[in-house]
């Protein structure tokens, strides 16, 4: 049983993605000036410069646009073999995660991925993403 990952850092641009997280929903910063979805959360839109926003909670669907797996040096707290992926999300915003219950040699571009929640440390959970169900 491996431990906990650590968790995350939180800034005020960010902490909504992480307490969406705790709720287990998957959310974005959408710019109320101009409609836009911006990931990874920031103050400013980079489309309008418009500093007003809105949370959009997201399907959690995607695809897989790349993958690597690290391999040294490890990082404290976090359990090796990760595969890192990004992912293109349905609704056209890309994110980088973990993709799991899958091996390294099955993953291919464009398969259809899904978010799970993960637990980590102080009561944050980390969306992370696996093969779809369908
Ligand atoms: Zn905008």
Redesign the pocket.
């Given at each position: 049983m491996s431990e906990l990952r650590p968790a995350p850092w939180i800034t005020r641009d960010s902490s909504f993605f992480w307490e969406a997280a705790k709720r287990c929903e998957l959310v974005a910063q959408r710019?109320?000036?101009?409609?836009?979805l911006?990931q990874p959360p920031r103050p400013m839109?980079?489309?309008?410069?418009?500093v007003?926003r809105e949370e959009q909670v997201l399907s959690g669907k995607g695809t897989v646009y790349t993958w690597v797996m690290p391999r040294y040096p490890a990082i404290p707290g976090f359990e090796d073999g990760r595969i890192v992926v990004v992912i293109d999300l349905a609704e056209g915003i890309r994110m980088v995660s973990n993709l799991c219950d899958i091996a390294y040699e099955d993953v291919t571009r464009e398969m259809c991925v899904e978010v799970f929640f993960e637990e980590a440390q102080d009561g944050f959970k980390i969306p992370l993403f696996r093969p779809a169900s369908v």
């Amino acid at each position: 049983m491996s431990e906990l990952r650590p968790a995350p850092w939180i800034t005020r641009d960010s902490s909504f993605f992480w307490e969406a997280a705790k709720r287990c929903e998957l959310v974005a910063q959408r710019c109320t000036g101009c409609g836009k979805l911006r990931q990874p959360p920031r103050p400013m839109c980079p489309f309008c410069n418009s500093v007003e926003r809105e949370e959009q909670v997201l399907s959690g669907k995607g695809t897989v646009y790349t993958w690597v797996m690290p391999r040294y040096p490890a990082i404290p707290g976090f359990e090796d073999g990760r595969i890192v992926v990004v992912i293109d999300l349905a609704e056209g915003i890309r994110m980088v995660s973990n993709l799991c219950d899958i091996a390294y040699e099955d993953v291919t571009r464009e398969m259809c991925v899904e978010v799970f929640f993960e637990e980590a440390q102080d009561g944050f959970k980390i969306p992370l993403f696996r093969p779809a169900s369908v």
